[in-house]
């Protein structure tokens, strides 16, 4: 192309790349009918990054690679003026085609380069004082979240877990935050990595068979590091099931998150006031470990009213380092959960298999009631665990030394907590709520890979279909073990 052509104002605009703002993802190459687009071989001082060349010999003014560019400063149809930048750049830089080596010229912007974001520094704020609240473990949940600095919410509502989706309507309004209904499960958890990848709060509630629709955009988030909470309102299954509780879960939370090396923190509150504490914990370790946290209740805990006490204080999160936020700052940044070379996705996973163990060093969590003289063990969790406790109770009234233990975490299974219980233990009994035994799975699987071969018996109490094991039924099966012959 010569200057005269160039200055032609009859000519076609063409495509002018602005090499600071392109990522190098090459979606112009293939919107190119013409084949004048090329990868890049040299890298962009200012961005690490590798730009695209453009060569306008063949170049008949389409702009679909405008059109095609998601980077809105990369491309742009050339005016009269930057033509004539263009030439000036030209001649100072020869062989530099079509392409700008000092876009912020253009624009009139600072021309240092691109700054690091800084370090995210989270604000806190003193909430007023306040009585203590009755609520629904639902209520309770989505108050956690707002304290935590939640403004942004999806989800399609399914009982038992509407009740969080709705008071989430009705404030996030209020708080210049946002509630989107989405068209489906699928849609919400997408829209939830768009959202955490910009480094910003964000949570659904659903219940399981809405759950199972998202665990896909869950191994997306966990393969790109992006954080989000989701509250799992465990209901009846298979399939449609019905909408009374369930445990049905546990074995999908920790074990099945979709395809791929996945695992996410999953918290088990068993009452109101965990359904808040625990919410607020679920976003601190999101982001503190850049990955999905799953809160698992029955449908009894949701919408069971509770004494609940809120904290002192409330979260004012900062936009992270890493997020991509598409400010000055954060422009650099890059999440994506594709790795094309074998090697690349060998190290991925390795390196998730390291965050993996230091999750499970650090997080293990559970409640041990009376569990320092016990010879009966009780494991349970979620309202399951407080009947187990009413049946504590009940067996020490009849000389039997019982305790509960209760993991608040079911991933990380808290085994290093419960192996401190196994010398005195004589009887273990795992109550759930679901017929195939998915908390005891875990404390089976939890044993074995911590290789203790030797353990005391494990007995099970599971009801299902939405009925809860009773006090009654934990008791009596609990008396019936012959517990002086072991
Ligand atoms: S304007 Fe059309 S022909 Fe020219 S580089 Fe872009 S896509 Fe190719
Ligand atoms: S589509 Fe935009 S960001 Fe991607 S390579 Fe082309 S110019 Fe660069």
New binding site residues.
């Given amino acids: 192309m010569t200057a005269n052509q160039q200055k032609n104002p009859k000519e076609k605009a063409k495509p002018f790349?602005f090499s600071e703002?392109?990522?190098?993802?090459?979606?112009?190459?293939e919107a190119c009918p013409k084949n004048c687009?090329v990868i890049g071989q040299d890298i962009n001082t200012f961005t690490g990054l590798i730009?695209?060349k453009i060569s306008l010999e063949n170049c008949i003014g389409c702009s679909l690679?405008v059109n095609?560019?998601?980077?809105p400063y990369?491309?742009a149809m050339s005016t009269e003026e930057m033509r004539e930048r263009e030439e000036r750049e030209q001649s100072k830089n020869k062989g530099a085609g079509a392409t700008f080596s000092d876009p912020s010229e253009m624009f009139g912007l600072d021309k240092s380069p691109l700054p690091k974001a800084k370090k995210a520094i989270d604000e806190e704020m003193n909430l007023p004082i306040s009585g203590p609240q009755i609520l629904k473990g639902n209520y309770a949940s989505a108050i956690g979240a707002i304290l935590s600095g939640c403004r942004h919410f999806y989800g399609y509502p399914i009982t038992p877990s509407t009740e969080g989706a709705e008071l989430m309507a009705k404030l996030m309004p209020q708080l210049d935050g946002i509630f989107f209904q989405a068209v489906s499960e699928v849609a919400t958890v997408n829209i939830m990595y768009g959202t955490g990848g910009a480094g910003l709060p964000s949570m659904t509630f659903t219940s399981s068979p809405g759950f199972s629709l998202m665990v896909e955009g869950i191994s997306y988030m966990i393969g790109s590091e992006i954080p989000g909470v989701f509250i799992n309102i465990m209901r009846g299954g298979p399939g449609l099931g019905n909408i009374a509780p369930e445990q049905s879960d546990i074995k999908l939370v920790c074990n099945g998150l979709g395809h791929g090396n996945t695992h996410a923190v999953v918290l088990a509150p068993s009452t109101p006031q965990e359904m808040l504490d625990l919410t607020m914990k679920a976003f601190e370790l999101s982001f503190k470990y850049r990955n999905p946290v799953i809160v698992v209740a029955d449908g009894y805990l949701g919408q069971m009213t509770g004494k609940v006490i809120l904290p002192k204080k409330l979260k004012k999160p900062a936009i992270p380092e890493w997020a991509v936020y598409g400010d000055k700052e954060h422009r650099a940044n890059l999440m994506c959960s594709i790795y094309l070379t074998e090697k690349d996705l060998e190290d991925h996973n390795h390196y998730l298999d390291r965050k993996y163990d230091e999750i499970k060093k650090n997080e293990q969590m559970a409640d041990l009631y009376k569990c320092d003289d016990a010879e009966v063990i009780i494991v349970a969790c979620n309202t399951p665990a407080q009947m187990a406790k009413g049946s504590v109770a009940d067996l020490r009234s009849k000389g039997v030394k019982a305790g509960l233990f209760r993991p608040m975490t079911l991933w990380p299974f808290p085994i290093d907590k419960f192996k401190t219980v196994l010398p005195r233990a004589r009887h273990i009994v795992v109550v759930e709520a679901n017929s195939s035994g998915q908390l005891e799975d875990e404390l089976r699987l939890n044993l074995n890979r911590s290789q203790v071969t030797v353990h005391p018996p494990i007995h099970n109490v599971r009801r299902c279909g939405g009925i809860l094991p009773s006090q009654q039924e934990i008791t009596e099966k609990i008396l019936s073990l012959k517990l002086k012959e072991v």
Wanted: hydrophobic content about 40%.
């Fill in positions: 790349l703002f392109c990522k190098g993802c090459g979606r112009c190459i687009i730009p695209i690679c095609a560019c998601p980077e990369a491309l």
